[in-house]
């Protein structure tokens, strides 16, 4: 499993990864949203053998693996398996690449007070269309 990740260890690679995989059928993720004061949780849902590119975080962001496991690639980090509970810190910018092992409930949390969730997208993730590089 992180063998194939392995080879994920540039920005470069995940984008061209992403690239690729926007011509195959897409997954839908179910999504629940939880709010608390100055916070915001996204959890994401995904099936055994789910493979996923994630969105690029403007700002170092919690992520949480609740029930499953994941092997996960992310650039300059050598992949890892892991297994829930789980708890790690992704880098600002960060592209994570996630193939669900078995089925997996998985959150990131935010610090805002917004509740509308276009709105935190926007104000936590990198439009990759209008930035360079990323």
Not at 14 to 20: K, N
Not at 35 to 49: D, F, H, I
Not at 109 to 123: F, G, N, Q, R, S
């Amino acid at each position: 499993m992180s063998g194939d990740l392995a080879q994920l260890t540039s920005l470069e690679s995940v984008l061209a990864l992403q690239d690729r995989m926007l011509s195959l059928p897409q997954i839908e993720c179910p999504l629940q949203h939880y709010y608390a004061w100055g916070q915001y949780g996204r959890e994401m849902r995904m099936q055994a053998g789910d493979l996923i590119v994630g969105k690029a975080h403007r700002y170092s962001t919690l992520n949480i693996l609740l029930e499953g496991q994941i092997g996960i690639g992310m650039p300059g980090q050598e992949p890892a398996l892991m297994q829930a509970p789980c708890v790690f810190v992704s880098e600002p910018e960060c592209k994570k690449v996630m193939i669900a092992v078995t089925d997996v409930r998985f959150m990131t949390v935010h610090p805002t007070k917004l509740t509308d969730p276009a709105e935190i997208e926007a104000k936590f993730i990198i439009n990759e269309h209008l930035t360079p590089g990323v």
